[in-house]
């Protein structure tokens, strides 16, 4: 089945870790997404991606860092120097470009908890 | 000026009646619109995309889009307590120049259908 694969669905972290969350689809899509949710909140776009060895900042990038060396997968870094990281993490992908975008599909999220 | 905004609620409906929720944008570039359910706790997934002008209908769902006045809404017929979740509204921002669209959400409206 297609989709898109997020890992771990829970995670821990001591303050001042860098941890990494991992996304991978096989949609065959060109862009990936990583959104961050806060509690009541809507999504906000940290980075983005339309192909490989390529990305961009999104409204939230500041302490977090990404890569896409294959077309399948994007994972997130969250840095140490992000100072609010305790938030649900979602990873999405679509097609990307063209004024009619598709729509996007989502993994089912990573909850990241930092003490 | 939020880029896309909603009403964040509690909307309160009884079953059987219709709910009708409400988004407003800012970047008239804007060309794909989408509505998306999001139950406690889980991710975003997509209910209905409109790109003209009008009404769209699916099932139960009714999405109608107004370009002019910026606005796009969502219908939900004979509302059941299953619907009951947050719906978020997501719009695209063109990628001028042949860039990567984005998905810009609002902070989504909570529907609470009442037995």
């Known amino acids: 089945d297609g989709g898109i694969t997020q890992s771990p669905k829970y995670l821990f972290r001591k303050e001042g870790q860098n941890v990494t969350l991992s996304c991978e689809q096989n949609?065959?899509?060109?862009?990936m997404y990583w959104y961050r949710q806060d509690p009541g909140q809507g999504l906000r776009l940290i980075y983005y991606?339309?192909?490989?060895?390529?990305?961009q900042k999104g409204d939230i990038a500041e302490g977090y860092s990404v890569s896409r060396e294959k077309k399948e997968s994007f994972p997130l870094t969250v840095t140490s120097a992000q100072k609010n990281p305790t938030a649900f993490y979602l990873c999405?992908?679509?097609f990307g470009r063209g004024i009619y975008n598709s729509p996007l599909h989502f993994g089912n999220g990573t909850r990241l908890t930092v003490t | 000026q939020k880029e896309v905004e909603q009403n964040s609620g509690p909307l309160s409906v009884p079953e059987g009646a219709i709910a009708s929720l409400n988004c407003t944008y800012s970047?008239?570039?804007?060309?794909?619109f989408f509505w998306y359910r999001q139950y406690s706790g889980k991710s975003p997934e997509l209910i209905m995309f409109?790109?003209?002008?009008g009404d769209k209908e699916d099932g139960r769902f009714t999405a109608q889009l107004n370009k002019a006045s910026q606005y796009v809404s969502l219908l939900i017929r004979d509302s059941q307590p299953s619907d009951s979740a947050t719906y978020l509204c997501?719009?695209?921002?063109?990628?001028?120049?042949?860039?990567?669209?984005?998905?810009?959400f609002g902070t989504g409206t909570l529907l609470a259908v009442q037995p």
């Open positions: 999405a992908s679509g």
């Open positions: 949609l065959n899509h060109d862009a």
């Open positions: 991606s339309q192909i490989v060895n390529d990305f």
């Open positions: 970047d008239r570039g804007s060309q794909s």
């Open positions: 409109i790109y003209s002008n």
């Open positions: 997501a719009v695209n921002q063109p990628g001028y120049g042949g860039a990567t669209n984005k998905l810009i």
